[in-house]
C-alpha cells in the first residue's frame, strides 16, 4: 500500500499539530510507523490518514487515490479502516462481545447471528473466548486493548491504525499487546502505529515516518531509518530512547 | 453483634422497625406536647372525594411526566443543534420555563393562552403546562448527561463507522440514561407535589380537596396527614423503582 501526505496542515485553534507534512511511502508498505517527540504530531496525522479527522490544507492519498474531505465520503472512508487509541476504546456498557458485534450489525449490514459468530471468532483469536460476555470494566487492561483490536479487526480493514495501542499498559501488559500486533503484521495486514515503542517498531515497521513540530522531518525505509537516519533531530531522538532500553 | 451493622434484610428489617417506632413515639409526643384535638370522625365522610383527588393527582401526574420526558428531550437536543434558529428557541424555552414562577405559567398558560385557543380543558391544559415547566428542568439533567460522555467515547463511536445519528443511539443515549437516571427520578418526584398547583385553575386535586375538607370541618392535621401519606405512597415507590433501575443500569465507566 502507497500512503501519500501532501502539503497536510491542521490547526486546533491558533496552534499548528500539522503544519505543511509532507511524505510518501514506497509502493509496497505494509506496517508504516509514526515516530517523533511528543507533541510531534503524530496523533493528528494518524487520524488524518484514517479520514477520523479533515486537513484544513493539503490531501492525502492512499494507492494514488485521493481521500475525501466531505463528511459523508469521510465516514465511508472511516467504515473501511479500523482504529486503536491509547485507551478508552470500549463502550462502558456493552460487553466485549457486543462491543465488537454491535459495529458488524449496524454499520456494515450483517445478521445478528452472523455478527455474533463474527465476534467470537475474533474473540478467540485473541485469546479472550472466556470474557466474551464480560463488561470492559471486568478486563485487565491487556485484555481491554486486546477486545478493542478485535473489533477493529472485525470488518476485516484495509488498513488498521493504531495509536500509542500499549502506553496505558504494564510490561506484562504492553507485551501481550504487541504479541499480538507484530502477528498481525506478520500476517499481511496493513497498518499504521503511532508509538514511542522504538525497539518494537524497529521489529514489526518497514517504512518510518518521523515527526516534529507537526512537520515530517524525515520519511524513508525502516532499515535505512533505524541503521542511518538523516536527519539530526531523529538521530538524536533515537540515540536518547535507546539509551535505556 | 455485626449482624446488626450488616444489609441482610433481617438486620434492615429491625432496624426500618426501631426507627419507624422512634419517629412515631416523637410525633406522638410533640402532637401531646401542643395538646392537638383530634376530630378524625368529622374528615371520614370525605373519603371518595379524598381518593377522587387523588386519582386525578396521579392522572395529572403520569400524564405530565411522559410529556416532560418528551419536552425535556426536545429541548436539550435543540439546546445542542447546530442551526442557530432551532438553538436560540430551545435555550430560549428552557430559560424561560426553569426562570418564571410555575404559578405565573399556569395563570398565564391557562386563562389567556388557551383561552385564546379556545380550549376549555382545564385537566388537559394543566397537565401540559406543568409537563412544559418540568420538561425544562429535565432537559438540564439531560444536557448534562449528554455532556458527561467524553470526547474518547465519542471519538471510539466515530472510529468504529457510527454516523451522528447511531453514535447517539448506540453510545450517547445509553450512557448518558443512566447518568440522568437520579436526577430525573428527583424531578419526577418534584413533579408530583408540583402538581397541587394545578388548584389554581380550577383543578379539585388531592391537596385541592383536603382544603375543601378542612374548610368543611374546622379541622387541619386531619386532612394533612393523610395527604402526606398519599404522596408518599406514589413517590416511594417512584424512588424505589428508578435505585432498581439505577442498580440494573450500573457499570462501571
Ligand atoms: N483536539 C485538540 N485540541 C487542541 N490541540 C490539540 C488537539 N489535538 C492535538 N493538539 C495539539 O496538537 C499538537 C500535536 O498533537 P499530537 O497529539 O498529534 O501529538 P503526538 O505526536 O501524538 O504527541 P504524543 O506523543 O504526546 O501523543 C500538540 O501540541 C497538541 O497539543
Ligand atoms: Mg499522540
Known sequence: MKLEGINLTKTFGSHHALSGAEFCTSDDARVIALLGPSGGGKSTLLRVLGCLLVPEIGSVSMDGEVLPHDEVGALAERRKNGFVFQGYNLFPHLTALENIALPLRSVHGMTAPDACARAQE???????????NKRPSQLSGGQQQRA????????KPRLLLLDEPTSALDPVMTGEVLDVIRELAESGQNIVLATHEISFARQVADWVVFLAEGKVVESSAATDFFTQPKNP???RYLEGLSKYR | MTWLNSRSPLALGIWSIVLIAGVSAALYATFAAVQYRWNWSGVWPY???FISGWLTTLGISLGAMLFSVIVGFLLMAGGRSSWTPVRLFATGMTAFLRGTPLLVQLLIGYYVIANALRINEPLLVGTLL??????????????????????SQRESARAVGFSVPQTYRYVIIPQAFRRALP?????????????????????EELVQKVRILNAGNYTALEGYIPLAIAYLA????????ARTLERRFAYET
Do not use: C, M, N
Not at chain 1, 122 to 132: K, W
Open chain 1, 122 to 132: 475474533l474473540l478467540e483469536r485473541l485469546g479472550l473466548s472466556s470474557h466474551a
Open chain 1, 148 to 155: 478493542a483490536i478485535a473489533r477493529a479487526l472485525a470488518p
Open chain 1, 233 to 235: 533531530l531523529a538521530k
Open chain 2, 47 to 49: 373519603r371518595y372525594q
Open chain 2, 130 to 151: 406543568l409537563g412544559f415547566f418540568e420538561g425544562a428542568y429535565l432537559a438540564e439533567i439531560f444536557r448534562g448527561a449528554v455532556e458527561s460522555i467524553g470526547a
Open chain 2, 183 to 203: 436526577g430525573t427520578t428527583g424531578q419526577l418526584v418534584s413533579l408530583i407535589k408540583d402538581s397541587s398547583l394545578l388548584s389554581v385553575i380550577g383543578i
Open chain 2, 234 to 241: 406514589v413517590t416511594l415507590p417512584l424512588t424505589w423503582w
